[in-house]
């Protein structure tokens, strides 16, 4: 497989070995990145250069701030946003608030490069005691035009701004593929381990929003929180294997009679079937194009061909795959371990084991085999669709405390069936329909059915795509809802009713204007969320305060949802305002809590020094209206809704932050300040119920690309 390069003079070549009598090898930089689902289907993704919104890169609540968190970076999260919320509950719950770290398959960037090339980022804050500090590197090389592999590194300490804060996350991920004619595979091996410091809040509010109800002015640090000695730590270790064999037949095209000569062969429709883009690397910069050497945007990639050069052809062979037979193996082995070296009375309601200290291990392996055939899109003119046909097995086995020192494990197969209809390679319409239903011998009747399109057309010289999506899943709900063990948690729910979860949208898109307008509308029968209930309590010295206790419930009524968002973005010369807006509607706002009004607010100017350094200064604003945000259980490590008799609201609070940000050849760098409107006399705001936004602080960034 080999990968374009640019001269600088708009012309494209094969990078061919420089003179011998010369000095220096130059060395080519062409690299394709694409990510991959278990059906063996690539899809083109542009690689991380771009340096526009870098500085927000590195924020645990996001770039445009759609996250809970609890203040520190690394922090357990969750979406105030209803369309980022997952449909489906994941099998090992604990991992899913820490999405801003683990990196799941289907988001791994696969690579096929010119040469070996390398990426090291760094992220910090200044504050040495309190800071932030996040190291990422990424390796990519080809043992031949075929094969491809590389890892990622990922390093984040946070050291937190409040007491006993602190996060440590380690990630290493290991991939690779093969691409040939007939036989294509994706592996990944991944590591993970997570550790949180678990505080519990701070034990006043009124050190943020009333400080002047205190008789000394105090530092972050100065407050008193309501645990000091317990934590949260996580595994998340697995690999996963997707590959297909393709069975089909050769023929022999005409090449296109203006690329007949000095230009790479046509793709086959084997390639076509899922593109991935080619990337140009020039002086830091990453350009996408089509074959004829123009450029297009990321959602019309070039295809993923493997090219041949031949001065003298006017033809070339392609292979057209007919059949494909795919094998997906998922291994998962997952532990969370709620560490305790204080009793937590003061904190919880309920104590179920015996011991001043608390050890609760929640153990889940899994392993899973999916196989599909298909019979692919293209192979003829009357083939306008593929059709795949598929089953999964899945192992699941868990393991909860069952006293101070044992655990005791549950085991659960689970069966999948399904088919789906699909049409990838129209330019014009692209659609997808899935129907699967699953059981694990006790579950039947769960279900999962979806359908997607893509309508994509020219209108008064505008390119517009219009998207539109409908998704229903009914799925009991997974083992650690139903069944809960520890020394501040436990519960038996083995009669929880299935979960009825339906959504529609769509998405228009206009490129000249740069308009994105979504609209999504949700119900939720038998809606299972968690739920803190909160015991008010007097000390021995008369001091009152409350306990936690935590359970899992269903919604009586159905919950009804609405989502509507618009981004819009202008230039006017070197003046650029982004703009993202959304509004949400819930039915009811103590279960399905959502604030009403969210923007996030961008305006910067840019411009270029010399012609070579690319320079943002701006600044940004996010925000959300108050609503009765879900509060933290830290030995559940989730978020749970608030008690209905004891409500607090969070948001009302802008975070505003400027920057300067830099692009000089292979390097990006910038400096921001962060919540710039923080104030030491009240108000700053609150990330979570009892968790306050950090203050102010200087951020620094640097990503710089080596190729060698």
């Known amino acids: 497989m080999s990968i374009n390069t640019d001269d600088g003079n708009g012309s494209s070549h094969f990078s061919k070995s420089e003179d011998k009598h010369k000095k220096e090898k130059k060395i080519p930089t062409g690299l394709r990145v694409w990510t991959v689902n278990e059906w063996n289907e690539r899809a083109s993704v542009a690689i991380d250069t771009f340096s526009h919104a870098f500085q927000n890169s590195n924020f645990t609540d996001g770039p445009t701030g759609r996250y809970t968190t609890l203040g520190n970076m690394g922090s357990p999260r969750l979406s105030r946003w209803m369309v980022d919320r997952p449909m489906e509950m994941s099998y090992f719950i604990f991992s899913e608030p820490y999405d801003f770290f683990i990196r799941p398959f289907n988001s791994i960037h696969f690579t096929n490069t010119l040469a070996p090339i390398t990426n090291a980022t760094y992220h910090e804050t200044t504050s040495s005691d309190n800071g932030e500090d996040r190291f990422t590197a990424k390796f990519a090389v080809n043992a031949n035009k075929q094969i491809g592999f590389g890892f990622h590194l990922d390093y984040l300490y946070g050291r937190g701004y409040y007491n006993h804060q602190n996060t440590s996350q380690l990630g290493f991920t290991l991939y690779g593929s093969i691409l040939k004619e007939r036989y294509?595979?994706?592996?990944?091996?991944?590591?993970?381990?997570?550790?949180?410091?678990?505080?519990?809040?701070?034990?006043?509010?009124?050190?943020?929003?009333?400080?002047?109800?205190?008789?000394?002015?105090?530092?972050?640090?100065?407050?008193?929180?309501?645990?000091?000695?317990?934590?949260?730590?996580?595994?998340?270790?697995?690999?996963?294997?997707?590959?297909?064999?393709?069975?089909?037949?050769?023929?022999?095209?005409?090449?296109?009679?203006?690329?007949?000569?000095?230009?790479?062969?046509?793709?086959?429709?084997?390639?076509?079937?899922?593109?991935?883009?080619?990337?140009?690397?020039?002086?830091?910069?990453?350009?996408?194009?089509?074959?004829?050497?123009?450029?297009?945007?990321?959602?019309?990639?070039?295809?993923?061909?493997?090219?041949?050069?031949?001065?003298?052809?006017?033809?070339?062979?392609?292979?057209?795959?007919?059949?494909?037979?795919?094998?997906?193996?998922?291994?998962?082995?997952?532990?969370?371990?709620?560490?305790?070296?204080?009793?937590?009375?003061?904190?919880?309601?309920?104590?179920?084991?015996?011991?001043?200290?608390?050890?609760?291990?929640?153990?889940?392996?899994?392993?899973?085999?999916?196989?599909?055939?298909?019979?692919?899109?293209?192979?003829?003119?009357?083939?306008?669709?593929?059709?795949?046909?598929?089953?999964?097995?899945?192992?699941?086995?868990?393991?909860?405390?069952?006293?101070?020192?044992?655990?005791?494990?549950?085991?659960?197969?689970?069966?999948?069936?399904?088919?789906?209809?699909?049409?990838?390679?129209?330019?014009?319409?692209?659609?997808?329909?899935?129907?699967?239903?699953?059981?694990?011998?006790?579950?039947?009747?769960?279900?999962?059915?979806?359908?997607?399109?893509?309508?994509?057309?020219?209108?008064?010289?505008?390119?517009?795509?219009?998207?539109?999506?409908?998704?229903?899943?009914?799925?009991?709900?997974?083992?650690?809802?139903?069944?809960?063990?520890?020394?501040?948690?436990?519960?038996?729910?083995?009669?929880?009713?299935?979960?009825?979860?339906?959504?529609?949208?769509?998405?228009?898109?206009?490129?000249?204007?740069?308009?994105?307008?979504?609209?999504?509308?949700?119900?939720?029968?038998?809606?299972?969320?968690?739920?803190?209930?909160?015991?008010?309590?007097?000390?021995?010295?008369?001091?009152?305060?409350?306990?936690?206790?935590?359970?899992?419930?269903?919604?009586?009524?159905n919950i009804q949802l609405l989502s509507l968002s618009l981004n819009q973005d202008f230039t006017f010369g070197i003046f650029n305002w982004e703009n993202e807006l959304a509004y949400q509607a819930t039915s009811d706002k103590r279960i399905f809590p959502l604030p009403a009004f969210s923007a996030y607010t961008n305006l910067y100017i840019l411009?270029?020094?010399?012609?070579?350094?690319?320079?943002?200064?701006?600044?940004?604003?996010?925000?959300?209206?108050?609503y009765y945000a879900p509060t933290y259980d830290p030995a559940l490590g989730m978020y749970a809704n608030q008690d209905v008799d004891h409500l607090i609201k969070v948001g009302n609070h802008p975070i505003v932050n400027v920057y300067a940000n830099f692009h000089l050849k292979h390097t990006r760098f910038y400096v921001m300040y962060s919540h710039v409107n923080y104030s030491n006399d009240g108000g700053s705001g609150f990330a979570a119920p009892h968790y306050p936004v950090n203050p102010g602080m200087l951020k620094l960034g640097l990503s710089w690309n080596f190729f060698n």
């Open 184 to 557: 294509q595979a994706h592996l990944s091996l991944y590591s993970n381990y997570l550790k949180t410091a678990e505080n519990g809040g701070i034990e006043d509010d009124d050190y943020i929003d009333h400080p002047e109800n205190f008789p000394s002015k105090f530092g972050t640090k100065d407050i008193p929180t309501r645990i000091n000695y317990a934590w949260n730590k996580m595994y998340v270790d697995g690999a996963q294997l997707t590959h297909s064999y393709s069975i089909g037949f050769h023929k022999t095209v005409p090449l296109p009679k203006d690329t007949a000569r000095h230009t790479p062969s046509a793709p086959s429709a084997e390639q076509v079937v899922r593109p991935a883009t080619i990337i140009i690397n020039k002086a830091g910069d990453t350009i996408q194009l089509d074959s004829s050497g123009a450029k297009i945007s990321a959602s019309f990639a070039a295809v993923n061909a493997s090219v041949h050069r031949d001065t003298l052809k006017t033809d070339t062979s392609i292979f057209v795959p007919v059949t494909s037979f795919i094998h997906t193996l998922k291994l998962s082995y997952n532990q969370k371990k709620f560490l305790a070296n204080e009793h937590l009375n003061s904190f919880y309601t309920n104590d179920y084991l015996s011991g001043d200290s608390a050890k609760d291990v929640y153990g889940y392996t899994a392993v899973s085999n999916m196989l599909a055939i298909e019979l692919r899109e293209g192979f003829n003119k009357w083939a306008l669709a593929g059709i795949r046909l598929f089953a999964q097995h899945d192992f699941n086995h868990y393991s909860i405390p069952l006293t101070a020192v044992t655990t005791e494990g549950y085991n659960e197969n689970r069966i999948t069936l399904g088919g789906m209809l699909f049409r990838h390679q129209s330019k014009t319409f692209r659609y997808n329909l899935l129907a699967q239903t699953s059981s694990d011998g006790n579950s039947f009747g769960e279900f999962k059915l979806h359908a997607d399109a893509n309508l994509h057309f020219r209108l008064f010289g505008d390119s517009i795509d219009f998207s539109a999506h409908a998704t229903a899943v009914n799925q009991q709900p997974t083992f650690y809802y139903r069944h809960m063990q520890g020394k501040y948690l436990w519960w038996d729910n083995s009669s929880l009713d299935k979960q009825m979860t339906t959504r529609i949208g769509a998405v228009l898109t206009s490129r000249k204007t740069h308009t994105r307008l979504a609209f999504d509308v949700e119900n939720i029968k038998k809606y299972t969320f968690f739920y803190s209930t909160l015991t008010p309590t007097t000390d021995d010295n008369g001091n009152e305060y409350t306990t936690m206790a935590t359970s899992v419930r269903q919604a009586g009524d």
């Open 607 to 626: 411009f270029h020094v010399a012609k070579v350094l690319r320079v943002e200064l701006g600044a940004d604003l996010r925000y959300f209206t108050q």
